[in-house]
């Protein structure tokens, strides 16, 4: 068991490239510029998707911010299927918590571009939300018309 | 009775003609005035359009439209906020409260974002339109010296003018010589509390709390380190209880308790030494003893007359050397304590030197 446990070639490291998307052979599949920026350039080129305070020096509730995170990154991706133009982000001040994002502009997605829809979802995930966490949320999103908006690069 | 025949000449039954239209054709119109004067004044605006550009006329069906643009054509257009905003809006009532980024209601251009080469947006930095880095950041937006002012109006009504008499801080302390320090902690998290905040620190200077010579030697020895003899501050910090309210009140009550119990005489206390006292006192030392036997003996070889103690001690020579000596013990030894020392002793002896 302790031989098995002991290693002795050196690492590969071949997976090095976790979180950066392949390039196409015609170079034409659409990234934007979230996707463009490797993870390594996270603080640097790009900020982060989740602001909180947890992770500051002697800050706790490292893990229970992170679960909620996924909890609600979840909660909207499955609300606003087919919608959501960016990632969601998560930004926190006190106890409240702000999802922010864009959306797009629906009439070319699945659903038609009345905005009662946009305002209902936003309500109900806001007051749901709100009674999961027992913490009020904000929604603040906003709308982009064209998918080729988004695109940042083509690799 | 038979048709009768008006003779009119032949101009004027066209004139007649024509007006007798023109009033049925009013009659007909006269309910849908109203809209028939709204067309007119469209047919107008039309009609100006027109003259501003010249309109290509599109065959139907010529050149076939693709999906992208016939659904951009379909889709509501709204201007963005800002291409209707004037340089003198009230930015106040543009953005009143702490919001993320919105790209239409800012009336300055704003770009943010990195670019490695023409591939990646053609080597611009990407606009506010559709970036997510900027909704990312958090702005301060809400916060212009706009806001600023109309916050300040607003909580000028709660506010009390500086009570008179308490211009410095050196009158503070000598009003107030209590001070206590709790804490209140601001993070993003579900729950508001924090075990942290429940700290209080209790700070007082020894000598506002007014107490003798044997008081402020117990109470420093009761205190231990959270005396500082440098400030000469008493830091009580209490943590022990779950709540600051508790703490607060374990504070005063180990004051209190202090307070009281340097003030009481124990029997045991009576018996100090010289050695226990941390300061040195000369009207206990050996020394003063010495010094007067020394005196007396003198004074009586020379005259053999009885003198007081108080005699002896007003003596210049003597107070000197008293003072020397408690700064030698006090101060240590340094080169100003040990001359003034030898200054003293040379002088209570009466020894002229030659160097000197």
């Known amino acids: ?155 | 009775m038979s048709n009768t025949k008006i003779l009119v000449p032949l101009g004027l039954t066209n004139s007649l003609h024509h007006r007798l239209i023109i009033t049925v054709r009013l009659l007909s119109t006269a309910g849908n005035r109203k809209n028939e004067r709204i067309r007119q004044t469209r047919l107008e605006s039309t009609k100006q359009e027109e003259e501003k550009d010249f309109r290509v006329f599109q065959i139907k069906g010529l050149n076939p439209r693709n999906k992208r643009e016939q659904r951009k054509n379909d889709a509501p257009k709204m201007q963005p906020r800002y291409m209707n905003m004037k340089p003198d809006d009230d930015w106040t009532n543009v953005w009143p409260t702490a919001s993320t980024f919105k790209w239409s209601a800012i009336p300055f251009p704003v770009r943010q974002g990195y670019t490695d080469n023409l591939s990646e947006n053609e080597n611009v930095t990407p606009g506010r339109y559709a970036n997510t880095e900027l909704l990312k950041i958090p702005n301060f937006l809400h916060l212009s010296p706009g806001h600023i002012k109309k916050h300040c109006q607003v909580l000028k009504d709660f506010c009390t003018p500086w009570p008179a008499g308490l211009e410095t801080d050196e009158l503070c302390d000598q009003h107030f010589p209590l001070t206590v320090k709790t804490r209140d902690y601001c993070f993003s998290s579900p729950s508001v509390a924090d075990s942290r905040s429940r700290l209080v620190t209790v700070k007082l200077k020894l000598s506002d709390l007014r107490l003798d010579e044997h008081g402020e030697d117990k109470i420093k020895r009761l205190l231990g380190d959270k005396y500082d003899p440098e400030t000469g501050e008493i830091t009580l910090n209490t943590d022990r209880c779950p709540l600051k309210k508790q703490n607060y009140d374990y504070a005063m009550y180990l004051l209190t308790a202090l307070y009281y119990e340097a003030k009481k005489v124990e029997p045991w206390e009576l018996e100090k030494d010289e050695a226990d006292i941390d300061k040195y006192s000369w009207e206990r030392s050996q020394s003063k003893r010495n010094i007067l036997k020394l005196v007396q003996q003198n004074e009586k070889e020379e005259s053999l007359r009885e003198r007081s103690e108080d005699d002896i001690l007003s003596r210049d020579e003597i107070k000197s050397y008293a003072s020397s000596v408690i700064e030698l013990h006090n101060e240590g030894e340094n080169y100003t304590t040990i001359n003034n020392y030898k200054q003293s002793v040379l002088q209570l002896l009466n020894v002229k030197s030659q160097l000197t």
């Not at chain 1, 995170?69 to 499955?78: H, S, T």
């Open chain 1, 1 to 155: 068991m302790i031989k098995r446990g002991i290693q002795t070639t050196s690492c590969q490291c071949k997976n090095i490239r976790s979180g950066i998307p392949k390039t196409t052979p015609f170079k034409n599949k659409p990234l934007s510029y979230e996707e463009a920026q490797p993870p390594y350039r996270i603080g640097v080129t790009k900020a982060w998707n989740s602001w909180n305070t947890s992770n500051l020096k002697d800050e706790g509730k490292t893990g229970e911010t992170t679960i909620d995170d996924m909890f609600i990154r979840r909660f909207v991706k499955g609300t606003f299927h087919y919608l959501l133009a960016s990632e969601v982000i998560i930004k926190r001040r006190h106890n409240m918590i702000i999802i922010c994002g864009l959306l797009f502009g629906s009439y070319q997605q699945r659903m038609s571009h009345d905005p009662k829809k946009y305002y209902f979802l936003i309500g109900y995930s806001e007051e749901l939300l709100s009674h999961f966490l027992k913490c009020p949320v904000k929604m603040e999103f906003s709308v982009v018309t064209d998918k080729n908006d988004m695109v940042f690069k083509k690799i």
